[in-house]
């Protein structure tokens, strides 16, 4: 059974770069086939999904939060790990991290953390 779960601040500054990390059990970052994910749900709005670290390294992001964002991993622990920079509160959400495969689809997902951006 794989479990994930997430780590980090839980209130930030508008600004401030957040850093959150997700802990994998029961699975490993470099398995075959598997893209290691953090999504995103606002109040109000629909899951939006931030980035991938795939099995092999690569990275992929949404395009409209390239610019901010960058997914890194450290296989030695079995974590990986999302630096959004230059928080606004609009980017006030719950963060999940997700195992994807197959394109869009995700089997597990860590239990979501509340991060909040506020003077």
């Known amino acids: 059974q794989v479990q994930l779960q997430e780590s980090g601040p839980s209130l930030l500054k508008p600004s401030q770069t957040l850093s959150l990390t997700c802990t994998v059990s029961?699975?490993?970052?470099?398995?075959?086939?598997?893209?290691w994910s953090w999504l995103r749900q606002s109040p109000g709005k629909g899951l939006e999904r931030m980035g991938s670290i795939t099995y092999d390294g690569r990275t992929l992001y949404n395009p409209s939060l390239e610019s901010r964002t960058s997914i890194s991993r450290d296989t030695s622990k079995n974590q990986f790990t999302l630096q959004l920079s230059s928080v606004t509160p609009e980017d006030t959400a719950v963060y999940y991290c997700a195992r994807g495969f197959g394109g869009w689809s995700y089997d597990y997902w860590g239990q979501g953390t509340q991060v909040t951006v506020s003077k």
């Open positions: 029961g699975g490993t970052l470099t398995t075959n086939d598997y893209a």
